[in-house]
């Protein structure tokens, strides 16, 4: 196994002779492995070797048990040893955090305190990365977490992690060298033990080979993902006017415009999520205004996107079109929903107030989600005459509304209109087969 840590080692340019190596420690299997695995290679690698130990202090004497067997150990190998103990309980309710995390952020700020201009060595193994990137995609949090935990990000290495679990407590075995258990990770208590129990024993079943494959796809991954990042950077850096203004976003191929739309809202002090990252594209694409927070609304123009501030007393909405899909589709601060569905399923069913339903069979092309614009008309279901929008919204809805209202069309013209209608052409009859509902739901509906 030190041959497997070795090429780790040299495959990802971990270590230079002379560096000084900081080997996390907490007591387990796997971190006393990696501090033993280093000592061992510490002449050959021509290195520096200490430890560092967290006292969470959430396990009581457990904790204190723990923290004491780092450092005989340490004592016994002859490696300088440091603990730093905290009351993670304490913190994560001034810090408003879960504990997981708050234990998490105050050890990785002590050890970025302990570790500065040396490497910070942590014991992530094959199986952690295959936890992680089962985790990561369950969240969906895209190329980026599915290529899993990096071998080296700053000055933190991971020497292990081309080794399994099951090879680490064989290493352990050889040596003669116990270990402590963490009795939280018996439980199913967190996210990562449910994963580490019961998901990935069925997945082995499939494949045996499962965390070497995880491995190597991570790597593939991460390789795709560098290429992304890079091309994004470029496209970027090429695009950007100023700091408020990205321009040429049409232009690129979804996965380097999504990625320069969340580095320019990240920029901007906005947060990226990815409804907001796909409201912003299909604006890229078709032009419009979104809001994004308070007051600062992005709008899109012939590929261009551009952050503006209006105050809500001069808030006026400018031309907004978007390309609907099934499902949820994002307009304004409204939820608008489009379901597809055969008319037995809802013949003789009351819809709600805030639904309509139309023949879908009568649709032309791609439907859009839009405002209202000027010369807009409409002939309603059921009449023999063709109406102005604007004089259909003047005499049921509130001035203040009317430049938000959701429209729906399609390549004939309008099919829907908030709060007024549908169109005649769309009506359900005796021949209709299919349907289509469409549902508005505002912010403050969707709240409750």
Request: charge should be neutral; proline fraction near 2%; glycine fraction near 8%.
């Amino acid at each position: 196994m030190l041959g497997q840590i070795l090429n780790t080692i040299e495959r990802f340019g971990m270590l230079e002779k002379g560096d000084h190596v900081v080997a996390a420690l907490s007591g387990g299997a796997d971190s006393v492995c990696l501090l033993l695995a280093l000592n061992e290679l510490r002449d050959e690698l021509g290195i520096t070797l200490s430890a560092l130990h967290v006292n969470h202090c959430l396990r009581g004497e457990e904790s204190d048990r723990d923290e004491a067997f780092c450092r005989d150990l340490c004592e016994r190998l002859s490696v300088p040893f440091v603990c730093g103990r905290f009351d993670v309980n304490a913190e994560a309710e001034k810090m408003k955090m879960s504990t997981e995390l708050a234990a998490r952020e105050i050890r990785y700020r002590f050890f970025a305190e302990q570790t500065h201009g040396k490497k910070l060595a942590t014991a992530h193994n094959a199986n952690d990365n295959a936890e992680t990137v089962i985790f990561n995609l369950t969240r969906g949090t895209g190329t980026k977490g599915i290529a899993g935990i990096p071998p080296v990000r700053d000055n933190i290495i991971r020497p292990l992690l081309g080794v399994t679990r099951n090879e680490i407590e064989s290493f352990l075995a050889e040596r003669g060298q116990d270990f402590v258990t963490d009795s939280t990770n018996l439980s199913d208590d967190y996210t990562r033990n449910t994963i580490r129990h019961n998901v990935i024993p069925v997945l082995e079943k499939i494949n045996p080979a499962l965390f070497r494959t995880i491995l190597s796809d991570s790597e593939n991954f991460r390789t795709d993902n560098n290429f992304i990042e890079l091309e994004a950077g470029k496209a970027y850096e090429s695009g950007l006017s100023g700091k408020d203004t990205i321009c040429g976003l049409d232009r690129l191929h979804p996965a380097v415009r999504r990625r320069c739309t969340a580095r320019f809202l990240s920029e901007n002090g906005i947060e990226v999520n990815s409804r907001r990252i796909a409201d912003l594209e299909k604006a890229v694409l078709c032009g419009g205004k979104i809001n994004l927070k308070g007051d600062i609304y992005a709008e899109a123009h012939d590929g261009c996107l551009r952050l503006v501030t209006i105050p809500k007393a001069k808030e006026k909405t400018g031309h907004i079109c978007i390309k609907a899909a099934e499902g949820e589709n994002r307009f304004l601060t409204k939820t608008v929903i489009l379901t597809l569905a055969d008319r037995g399923q809802y013949e003789g069913c009351t819809l709600t107030p805030d639904t309509v339903m139309i023949d879908a069979g009568c649709i032309k092309g791609d439907i859009v989600l839009r405002n209202r614009l000027p010369g807009d008309r409409i002939k309603l279901e059921n009449r023999n005459f063709t109406s102005s929008v604007k004089k259909l919204l003047n005499a049921c809805t509130e001035a203040s509304e009317r430049d938000s209202l959701c429209i729906a069309a399609d390549e004939t013209g309008i099919i829907f209109i908030e709060k007024a209608g549908t169109a005649d052409r769309v009506k359900i009859t005796n021949s209709t087969k299919k349907i289509l509902l469409i549902r508005v739901v505002c912010e403050e509906t969707m709240k409750l």
